[in-house]
Nanobody, 115 residues
Framework: QVQLVESGGGLVQPGGSLRLSCAAS????????MGWYRQAPGKERELVAT???????NYADSRKDRFAISRDNAKNTVYLQMNSLKPEDTAVYYC?????????WGQGTQVTVSS
């Protein structure tokens, strides 16, 4: 079993920042890709950013200038630094990792951007 536990979500004003964390635990041999996705009400889940074990990153085009993904392989943890947040960033943010080709998801953390 693999568990992913996200933290760091919450309510923030427009223009503010948040840092999400996701720690993986359990039957982990070697985590390949780790990443963040989000799902806003009434919309499909979409990619935010991913990062490989060796640090190669991939961002959704609209977020690469405000968001930064990083990971600590020793801690099996991935982070998402979100700056200049906008109301349209409001969503549930999900952590995802791939182990031996299989995807695993966290339970999600709510991010609400509102004044």
């Amino acid at each position: 079993q693999v568990q992913l536990v996200e933290s760091g979500g919450g309510l923030v004003q427009p223009g503010g920042s948040l840092r999400l964390s996701c720690a993986a635990s359990g039957s982990i041999f070697s985590i390949n890709s780790m990443g963040w996705y989000r799902q806003a009400p009434g919309k499909e889940r979409e990619l935010v950013a991913t990062i490989t074990r060796h640090g190669s990153t991939n961002y959704a085009d609209s977020r690469k200038d405000r968001f930064a993904i990083s990971r600590d392989n020793a801690k099996n943890t991935v982070y998402l630094q979100m700056n200049s947040l906008k109301p349209e960033d409001t969503a549930v943010y999900y952590c995802r990792c791939t182990i031996r080709g299989l995807p695993y998801w966290g339970q999600g953390t709510q991010v609400t951007v509102s004044s």
